[in-house]
Protein backbone atom coordinates (compact mmCIF):
# COMPACT_ATOMS: atom_id res chain seq x y z
CA UNK A 1 0.00 0.00 0.00
CA UNK A 2 1.59 3.39 -1.24
CA UNK A 3 2.09 6.07 1.70
CA UNK A 4 3.59 9.10 1.84
CA UNK A 5 4.99 11.02 4.49
CA UNK A 6 6.42 14.73 4.73
CA UNK A 7 9.46 15.63 6.78
CA UNK A 8 10.77 19.19 7.70
CA UNK A 9 11.41 22.37 10.37
CA UNK A 10 8.22 23.10 11.80
CA UNK A 11 9.10 26.76 11.97
CA UNK A 12 10.79 28.88 9.80
CA UNK A 13 11.47 32.73 9.97
CA UNK A 14 10.33 34.66 7.48
CA UNK A 15 12.03 35.82 4.77
CA UNK A 16 13.90 32.11 5.33
CA UNK A 17 13.18 29.09 2.55
CA UNK A 18 10.44 26.45 3.73
CA UNK A 19 11.94 23.50 2.91
CA UNK A 20 10.09 19.62 3.44
CA UNK A 21 10.61 16.67 1.66
CA UNK A 22 7.91 13.59 0.96
CA UNK A 23 9.08 9.56 1.35
CA UNK A 24 7.15 7.78 -0.86
CA UNK A 25 6.92 3.56 0.16
CA UNK A 26 5.04 1.15 -0.92
CA UNK A 27 4.99 1.97 -4.11
CA UNK A 28 8.15 3.21 -7.13
CA UNK A 29 8.15 7.19 -7.86
CA UNK A 30 9.56 6.18 -10.92
CA UNK A 31 6.40 5.45 -12.55
CA UNK A 32 4.79 6.83 -16.09
CA UNK A 33 1.14 7.12 -14.62
CA UNK A 34 1.59 9.74 -11.98
CA UNK A 35 3.14 13.13 -11.11
CA UNK A 36 3.97 13.90 -7.28
CA UNK A 37 2.66 17.01 -5.93
CA UNK A 38 2.37 19.62 -2.88
CA UNK A 39 -0.77 21.13 -1.89
CA UNK A 40 -1.15 23.17 1.67
CA UNK A 41 -3.92 24.44 3.46
CA UNK A 42 -3.78 27.57 5.51
CA UNK A 43 -5.32 26.87 9.38
CA UNK A 44 -8.84 26.80 9.07
CA UNK A 45 -8.81 27.30 5.64
CA UNK A 46 -9.37 25.67 2.26
CA UNK A 47 -6.79 24.23 0.14
CA UNK A 48 -4.15 24.98 -2.76
CA UNK A 49 -2.28 23.14 -4.80
CA UNK A 50 1.12 24.36 -5.11
CA UNK A 51 3.22 22.11 -8.00
CA UNK A 52 3.74 18.44 -9.12
CA UNK A 53 6.83 16.89 -10.69
CA UNK A 54 7.06 13.81 -12.63
CA UNK A 55 10.06 11.45 -11.95
CA UNK A 56 12.19 12.56 -15.12
CA UNK A 57 11.75 16.39 -13.64
CA UNK A 58 9.35 17.90 -15.48
CA UNK A 59 6.89 20.25 -13.21
CA UNK A 60 3.82 22.40 -13.21
CA UNK A 61 3.43 24.99 -10.83
CA UNK A 62 0.78 27.01 -9.59
CA UNK A 63 0.92 30.51 -11.32
CA UNK A 64 0.32 32.46 -7.86
CA UNK A 65 3.38 30.70 -6.48
CA UNK A 66 5.74 29.97 -9.30
CA UNK A 67 8.41 32.42 -8.61
CA UNK A 68 9.04 31.27 -5.22
CA UNK A 69 8.69 27.35 -5.74
CA UNK A 70 10.82 24.95 -6.65
CA UNK A 71 10.09 20.75 -6.98
CA UNK A 72 12.88 18.33 -7.10
CA UNK A 73 13.03 14.43 -7.35
CA UNK A 74 15.11 12.34 -6.03
CA UNK A 75 14.26 8.92 -7.62
CA UNK A 76 17.77 7.11 -5.75
CA UNK A 77 15.92 8.04 -2.44
CA UNK A 78 12.27 7.33 -3.81
CA UNK A 79 11.70 11.25 -2.60
CA UNK A 80 10.60 14.42 -3.63
CA UNK A 81 11.29 17.69 -1.95
CA UNK A 82 9.44 21.60 -1.89
CA UNK A 83 11.46 24.66 -1.81
CA UNK A 84 9.10 27.76 -1.08
CA UNK A 85 11.73 31.44 -1.09
CA UNK A 86 10.82 34.26 1.10
CA UNK A 87 8.30 32.91 3.56
CA UNK A 88 5.82 35.20 5.30
CA UNK A 89 3.12 34.49 7.85
CA UNK A 90 0.98 33.88 5.19
CA UNK A 91 2.95 31.02 4.50
CA UNK A 92 1.84 29.47 7.55
CA UNK A 93 0.00 25.90 6.78
CA UNK A 94 -0.23 22.30 6.89
CA UNK A 95 1.57 21.08 3.93
CA UNK A 96 0.43 17.92 2.47
CA UNK A 97 2.45 15.70 0.17
CA UNK A 98 -0.24 13.63 -2.80
CA UNK A 99 0.35 11.35 -5.68
CA UNK A 100 -1.09 13.24 -8.79
CA UNK A 101 -2.69 10.94 -11.36
CA UNK A 102 -1.74 11.12 -14.93
CA UNK A 103 -4.47 10.44 -17.38
CA UNK A 104 -3.11 10.86 -20.98
CA UNK A 105 -1.41 14.15 -20.91
CA UNK A 106 -4.03 15.68 -18.27
CA UNK A 107 -3.19 15.68 -14.50
CA UNK A 108 -6.70 14.81 -12.94
CA UNK A 109 -7.15 14.30 -9.17
CA UNK A 110 -4.73 13.26 -5.71
CA UNK A 111 -5.39 9.58 -5.02
CA UNK A 112 -3.30 9.40 -2.50
CA UNK A 113 -2.55 11.28 0.34
CA UNK A 114 0.53 11.87 3.17
CA UNK A 115 -0.70 12.98 6.76
CA UNK A 116 0.41 16.25 6.30
CA UNK A 117 3.10 18.92 8.44
CA UNK A 118 1.94 22.18 9.92
CA UNK A 119 5.01 24.46 9.38
CA UNK A 120 4.43 28.21 11.10
CA UNK A 121 6.20 31.04 9.33
CA UNK A 122 7.55 33.36 12.65
CA UNK A 123 10.43 35.56 13.84
CA UNK B 1 -8.52 32.69 -4.27
CA UNK B 2 -10.41 29.55 -5.29
CA UNK B 3 -11.90 29.81 -9.30
CA UNK B 4 -14.19 27.03 -8.23
CA UNK B 5 -17.30 28.09 -5.51
CA UNK B 6 -19.02 26.09 -2.79
CA UNK B 7 -21.74 26.83 -0.15
CA UNK B 8 -20.16 27.44 3.00
CA UNK B 9 -22.35 24.42 4.49
CA UNK B 10 -24.82 22.29 3.85
CA UNK B 11 -27.05 20.57 6.27
CA UNK B 12 -29.29 17.39 6.81
CA UNK B 13 -30.96 15.11 9.43
CA UNK B 14 -29.71 11.25 9.39
CA UNK B 15 -31.22 9.57 6.32
CA UNK B 16 -31.56 12.45 4.37
CA UNK B 17 -30.11 13.37 0.98
CA UNK B 18 -27.99 16.13 0.85
CA UNK B 19 -26.16 18.04 -2.15
CA UNK B 20 -23.18 20.49 -2.58
CA UNK B 21 -22.46 22.63 -5.67
CA UNK B 22 -19.05 23.55 -7.16
CA UNK B 23 -19.57 26.30 -9.62
CA UNK B 24 -16.79 27.36 -11.76
CA UNK B 25 -16.58 28.46 -15.52
CA UNK B 26 -15.82 28.27 -19.14
CA UNK B 27 -12.35 27.86 -18.53
CA UNK B 28 -12.13 25.15 -15.73
CA UNK B 29 -15.47 22.50 -15.39
CA UNK B 30 -16.88 24.09 -19.11
CA UNK B 31 -13.81 23.47 -20.68
CA UNK B 32 -14.62 19.74 -20.05
CA UNK B 33 -12.25 19.20 -17.65
CA UNK B 34 -13.29 16.47 -14.51
CA UNK B 35 -14.19 17.09 -11.44
CA UNK B 36 -12.84 15.45 -8.22
CA UNK B 37 -14.64 15.05 -4.80
CA UNK B 38 -12.48 15.21 -1.48
CA UNK B 39 -13.82 14.43 2.23
CA UNK B 40 -11.73 15.64 5.03
CA UNK B 41 -12.01 15.35 8.56
CA UNK B 42 -10.78 18.00 11.02
CA UNK B 43 -7.03 17.30 11.62
CA UNK B 44 -6.52 14.66 8.82
CA UNK B 45 -5.86 14.65 5.43
CA UNK B 46 -7.97 14.94 2.50
CA UNK B 47 -9.43 11.19 1.45
CA UNK B 48 -10.22 10.77 -2.83
CA UNK B 49 -13.98 10.71 -2.69
CA UNK B 50 -15.09 10.92 -6.56
CA UNK B 51 -12.71 11.16 -9.42
CA UNK B 52 -13.62 11.84 -12.86
CA UNK B 53 -16.98 13.68 -12.34
CA UNK B 54 -19.22 9.98 -10.95
CA UNK B 55 -16.50 7.58 -10.26
CA UNK B 56 -16.13 6.38 -7.12
CA UNK B 57 -12.36 4.44 -5.80
CA UNK B 58 -12.61 0.98 -3.55
CA UNK B 59 -14.19 1.24 -0.77
CA UNK B 60 -16.10 4.47 -1.23
CA UNK B 61 -19.92 3.80 -0.14
CA UNK B 62 -22.20 3.86 -2.95
CA UNK B 63 -24.13 6.44 -1.07
CA UNK B 64 -21.90 9.02 -2.63
CA UNK B 65 -22.25 9.99 -5.95
CA UNK B 66 -21.17 12.92 -8.44
CA UNK B 67 -22.35 14.48 -11.40
CA UNK B 68 -21.64 17.45 -13.67
CA UNK B 69 -23.51 19.74 -16.24
CA UNK B 70 -22.19 22.89 -17.87
CA UNK B 71 -19.86 24.89 -15.59
CA UNK B 72 -20.96 22.97 -12.22
CA UNK B 73 -20.70 20.03 -10.41
CA UNK B 74 -22.66 18.47 -7.57
CA UNK B 75 -21.95 16.19 -5.00
CA UNK B 76 -24.83 14.02 -3.52
CA UNK B 77 -24.63 11.88 -0.18
CA UNK B 78 -27.91 9.75 0.24
CA UNK B 79 -28.85 8.27 3.41
CA UNK B 80 -26.84 10.83 5.65
CA UNK B 81 -25.30 9.32 8.64
CA UNK B 82 -23.54 11.14 11.93
CA UNK B 83 -19.88 10.51 10.52
CA UNK B 84 -20.31 11.88 7.01
CA UNK B 85 -20.04 15.29 8.79
CA UNK B 86 -16.59 16.59 7.36
CA UNK B 87 -15.44 19.29 5.11
CA UNK B 88 -15.65 18.32 1.41
CA UNK B 89 -13.99 19.74 -1.42
CA UNK B 90 -13.85 19.77 -5.10
CA UNK B 91 -11.32 19.89 -7.46
CA UNK B 92 -10.69 20.49 -11.12
CA UNK B 93 -8.57 21.86 -13.83
CA UNK B 94 -8.20 25.79 -13.96
CA UNK B 95 -6.55 25.81 -17.32
CA UNK B 96 -2.41 26.62 -17.51
CA UNK B 97 -2.96 29.83 -15.92
CA UNK B 98 -4.16 28.17 -13.05
CA UNK B 99 -3.51 24.94 -13.23
CA UNK B 100 -4.97 22.60 -10.68
CA UNK B 101 -7.46 24.15 -8.37
CA UNK B 102 -9.69 23.20 -5.45
CA UNK B 103 -13.44 24.70 -4.59
CA UNK B 104 -13.48 26.87 -1.55
CA UNK B 105 -15.10 23.99 0.43
CA UNK B 106 -18.23 22.77 2.32
CA UNK B 107 -18.86 21.83 5.93
CA UNK B 108 -21.52 18.98 6.07
CA UNK B 109 -23.76 19.69 9.49
CA UNK B 110 -25.70 16.18 10.41
CA UNK B 111 -28.39 18.14 12.47
Known amino acids: QLQLQESGPGLVKPPETLSLTCSVSGGSIRTGSYYWAWIRQPPGKGLEWIGS???????YFNPSLKSRVTISVDTSKNQFSLELSSVTAADTAVYYC???????????????WGQGTLVTVSS | QSVLTQPPSVSGAPGQRVTISCTGSSSNIGAGYGVHWYQQFPGTAPKLLIF???NRPAGVPDRFSGSKSGTSASLAISGLQADDEADYYC???????????FGTGTKVIVL
Open chain 1, 53 to 59: IFYSEST
Open chain 1, 98 to 112: ARHVLVGWDLVNFDS
Open chain 2, 52 to 54: ANN
Open chain 2, 91 to 101: QSYGSSLSGSV
